[in-house]
């Protein structure tokens, strides 16, 4: 795309966003090799020591055969790391052992790339994509991004949410975030310009969608606490380790806004001062599922208690139009104190007269707590329009899938008003009443027991 003209014009936003939402396949906008557009993905962010170099490879490169087992449309070029290029998926030159490849790259004090995808062009938004890389642990989480198609999701729900607990349960990640991005498949080393423009212009039309850039997000400030020097005293030599620098733009400060499914682990938990049983207290709504994943002992989880893995009803971009998402207000008034608001959203420094719109400082800050209470994102005036419940839903005749999970009611019946999950058929109450229609509630509360 040219940097001087505007990547989408005004007129064509609308029909973007809108077919975006319709389908469950993947809209693209953008030059010949370079499409991008909306679709769902997972992230991994492990932390770990030098000595865990080629144990987390090992686990990457078991996940990542198990990943491709899973996709329904193959990679069509695959990375080669020690050439650095990306060669087609039969090509003969690419390595057998990706163990051995793993640890010529640590013998080298290199990271550890892994990446594919189903696409001709690194460039372009995958339907499937995986992107590993292993690092020493030093400055930077080890991450795996998996790019999954939508449409395959809809069709194998329970099959891919019991994959990603067996990968949380084996990666013991320090952070996981899945939901909807504009698909950046984690390649971008250096940076996606395209990427960045899209999703600001997303921002203003959905709440559902995430911003997830490893190579910009991936810094920890582990190196730098206090009882680190009691395991790693050769990050600390030199300096007062009663010292802690926490750079506020990486994760390494906090937990992302959750959009649809993340990870609180024991260490973000105990900042937060919370038990267990207290999250999920915070937290109950039969449209949230929390799944309790074992964790080792270690420096960071000194007591061994359990990560939760959080669902936050379905996958959803969360139309603006739609009204503020209650789920991601609830899990956002949870994690706001250990919340990163900082966080960098951009993937390359803004320019003078860059026609584009791209994040700012400011923008950014109010992206990252649009789910609070006190947020007027996108603007005051959209934001009242659309308040949470203001939206009136189509009314549904019985016999029909439930368009949306929430609470609903029918004039047919006294007391009827009951919960429905997506894609639910909405029955008949029988009587004298003549038809059945179903009808959005305006309490959306769980009753208490």
Same mark, same amino acid.
């Given at each position: 795309?040219?940097?001087?003209?505007?990547?989408?014009?005004?007129?064509?936003?609308?029909p973007?966003i809108?077919?975006?939402?319709?389908?469950?396949?993947?809209?693209?906008?953008?030059?010949?090799?370079?499409?991008?557009?909306?679709?769902p993905?997972?992230t991994?962010?492990?932390?770990?020591?030098?000595?865990?170099?080629?144990?987390?490879?090992?686990?990457?490169?078991?996940?990542?055969?198990?990943?491709?087992?899973?996709?329904d449309?193959?990679?069509?070029?695959?990375?080669?790391?020690?050439?650095?290029?990306?060669?087609?998926?039969?090509?003969?030159?690419?390595?057998?052992?990706l163990?051995?490849?793993?640890?010529?790259?640590?013998?080298?004090?290199?990271?550890?790339?892994?990446?594919?995808?189903d696409?001709?062009?690194?460039?372009?938004?995958?339907?499937?994509?995986?992107c590993?890389?292993?690092?020493?642990?030093?400055?930077?989480?080890?991450?795996l991004?998996l790019?999954?198609?939508?449409?395959?999701?809809?069709?194998?729900?329970?099959?891919?949410?019991?994959?990603?607990?067996?990968?949380?349960?084996?990666?013991?990640?320090?952070?996981?975030?899945?939901?909807?991005?504009?698909?950046?498949?984690?390649?971008?080393?250096?940076?996606?310009?395209?990427?960045?423009?899209?999703?600001?212009?997303?921002?203003?039309?959905?709440?559902?969608?995430?911003?997830?850039?490893?190579?910009?997000?991936?810094?920890?400030?582990?190196?730098?606490?206090?009882d680190?020097?009691?395991?790693?005293?050769?990050?600390?030599?030199?300096?007062?380790?009663?010292?802690? +620098? /926490?750079?506020?733009? #990486?994760?390494? &400060? !906090?937990?992302?806004? *959750?959009?649809?499914?993340?990870?609180? %682990? =024991?260490?973000?938990?105990?900042?937060?001062?919370?038990?267990?049983?207290?999250?999920?207290?915070?937290?109950?709504?039969?449209?949230?599922?929390?799944?309790?994943?074992?964790f080792?002992?270690?420096?960071h989880?000194?007591?061994?208690?359990?990560?939760?893995?959080?669902?936050?009803?379905?996958l959803?971009?969360?139309?603006?139009?739609?009204?503020?998402?209650?789920?991601?207000?609830?899990?956002?008034?949870?994690?706001?104190?250990?919340?990163?608001?900082?966080?960098?959203?951009?993937?390359?420094?803004?320019w003078?007269?860059?026609?584009?719109?791209?994040?700012?400082?400011?923008?950014?800050?109010?992206?990252?707590?649009?789910?609070?209470?006190d947020?007027?994102?996108?603007?005051?005036?959209?934001?009242?329009?659309?308040?949470l419940g +203001? /939206?009136?839903?189509? #009314?549904?005749? &019985? !016999?029909?899938?439930? *368009?949306?999970?929430?609470?609903?009611? %029918? =004039?047919?019946?006294?007391?009827?008003?009951?919960?429905?999950?997506?894609?639910?058929?909405?029955?008949?109450?029988?009587?004298?009443?003549?038809?059945?229609?179903?009808?959005?509630?305006?309490?959306?509360?769980?009753?208490?027991?």
């Amino acid at each position: 795309m040219s940097t001087s003209e505007l990547f989408l014009q005004p007129e064509e936003i609308i029909p973007f966003i809108n077919d975006s939402q319709a389908t469950d396949s993947l809209e693209v906008i953008g030059d010949e090799g370079r499409e991008i557009g909306l679709c769902p993905y997972i992230t991994f962010y492990v932390y770990h020591q030098k000595s865990d170099y080629l144990p987390v490879a090992d686990k990457i490169i078991a996940i990542s055969k198990e990943f491709e087992a899973l996709i329904d449309e193959p990679f069509q070029i695959v990375w080669k790391d020690d050439t650095q290029d990306w060669l087609p998926a039969n090509d003969p030159r690419l390595p057998t052992d990706l163990h051995q490849e793993a640890k010529d790259r640590q013998d080298n004090l290199q990271s550890f790339w892994l990446m594919a995808t189903d696409q001709d062009s690194d460039a372009t938004t995958a339907r499937w994509a995986i992107c590993a890389k292993v690092d020493d642990g030093v400055m930077r989480y080890t991450s795996l991004k998996l790019t999954f198609r939508h449409k395959w999701y809809n069709q194998n729900r329970a099959r891919w949410q019991a994959f990603v607990k067996d990968c949380i349960a084996r990666l013991q990640p320090e952070h996981c975030y899945s939901g909807f991005e504009v698909g950046n498949g984690g390649f971008n080393i250096l940076g996606a310009y395209e990427c960045d423009v899209l999703e600001r212009i997303c921002a203003d039309y959905v709440y559902g969608m995430d911003i997830d850039h490893t190579s910009t997000m991936a810094f920890h400030s582990f190196r730098y606490h206090r009882d680190d020097a009691q395991f790693e005293p050769e990050l600390v030599e030199g300096r007062d380790p009663s010292v802690k +620098y /926490v750079n506020p733009s #990486n994760l390494g &400060a !906090g937990l992302r806004t *959750p959009t649809w499914c993340f990870l609180l %682990t =024991p260490y973000w938990r105990a900042k937060l001062g919370k038990s267990e049983a207290e999250v999920r207290a915070e937290l109950d709504d039969p449209r949230i599922e929390i799944t309790a994943i074992p964790f080792a002992v270690g420096p960071h989880n000194p007591n061994g208690g359990p990560a939760l893995w959080i669902r936050l009803g379905e996958l959803d971009l969360h139309p603006v139009k739609n009204g503020v998402p209650d789920l991601q207000v609830k899990a956002n008034r949870l994690i706001r104190p250990v919340r990163c608001d900082d966080l960098m959203l951009l993937t390359l420094d803004p320019w003078d007269d860059d026609p584009n719109p791209r994040f700012d400082y400011e923008s950014s800050l109010r992206w990252m707590r649009r789910f609070d209470e006190d947020s007027d994102w996108p603007n005051a005036e959209i934001r009242a329009k659309y308040a949470l419940g +203001y /939206v009136k839903r189509p #009314n549904i005749l &019985a !016999g029909n899938p439930c *368009p949306e999970a929430g609470w609903w009611f %029918t =004039p047919a019946q006294a007391n009827s008003r009951r919960y429905f999950k997506q894609g639910e058929v909405m029955p008949s109450v029988g009587g004298d009443y003549g038809l059945t229609f179903w009808q959005w509630s305006p309490d959306q509360s769980t009753p208490k027991l």
